[in-house]
């Protein structure tokens, strides 16, 4: 359970924080070898309620800034709890954003290790130009790599790669799903991986759930892999 009573945050948001219970888990994101790990992906847990539900709930409350929040915190918290020393990719709302006050704080109290952040904008529920921009002079604050998730599906398309010009992108399991045997998905991947290495952007191949899928995707140029066949979060 993450505990957020003591971290150095405005007495109005910690009490906000203090009505949530929030575990954490990370599924880790490999290298070509299928054995080195990348870095981890937190993702969250709430108590008596799914993550989905858990959003909406915040959307109709108007307080996603404070799920945003949480899970920077509360993320990075469990992660050195942990002790690992990958890269921690965090999942991060595209319409909310550090203010400039939260952003300085977090990484006085967590920037001990300089360019382990991989912030990991969603999909959803909405895109706002002016938090996504400023998400990114944040993110250079600590030396942050900039990852756009799930690449493909919802409004993470090509329009925000040139808007957001990431380091990473991470391919919509929908697009890769048996790419092994469906020629489509083939010539798909294989130009968004193009494209992409062509403007120096990283690829993950996300939710891999077969070695077939693996062994053509290593073959065809994807950079990372997560999925199933390779590790489930723990």
Known sequence: MIYYEDLPLDKEIL?????????YV???IFMKDGKTVFAREALMRPVGTTVT????DY???????ILEVATFWGAAQEYYLRGYKEKISINS?????????????????YGKDDNILMIEMLEYPRFSLSKSLKKKE????????????????GFNDME?????????????RALLSGI??????????KEIIDTMHSLNIDVVAEGVETKEEFDYLVDIGADYFQGYYLAKPS
């Not at 539900?53 to 909406?56: A, G, H, M, W």
């Not at 959307?59 to 800034?65: A, E, F, G």
Request: hydrophobic share 40%.
């Open 15 to 23: 009490n906000a924080l203090g009505e949530l219970e929030i575990n």
């Open 26 to 28: 990370f599924q880790p």
């Open 53 to 56: 539900d858990l959003i909406e």
């Open 59 to 65: 959307i109709k409350k108007d307080k996603l800034h």
């Open 93 to 109: 709302f595209p319409c909310e954003c550090f203010t400039e006050e939260e952003a300085n704080t977090f990484v006085d109290y």
């Open 138 to 153: 944040v993110a250079a604050i600590g030396n942050s790599l900039v990852a756009l998730d799930d690449y493909g599906a």
């Open 160 to 172: 925000k790669v040139k808007i957001m010009d990431p380091h990473i992108i991470k391919i919509d």
């Open 180 to 189: 092994d045997t469906d020629v489509y998905k083939q010539g798909n991947c």
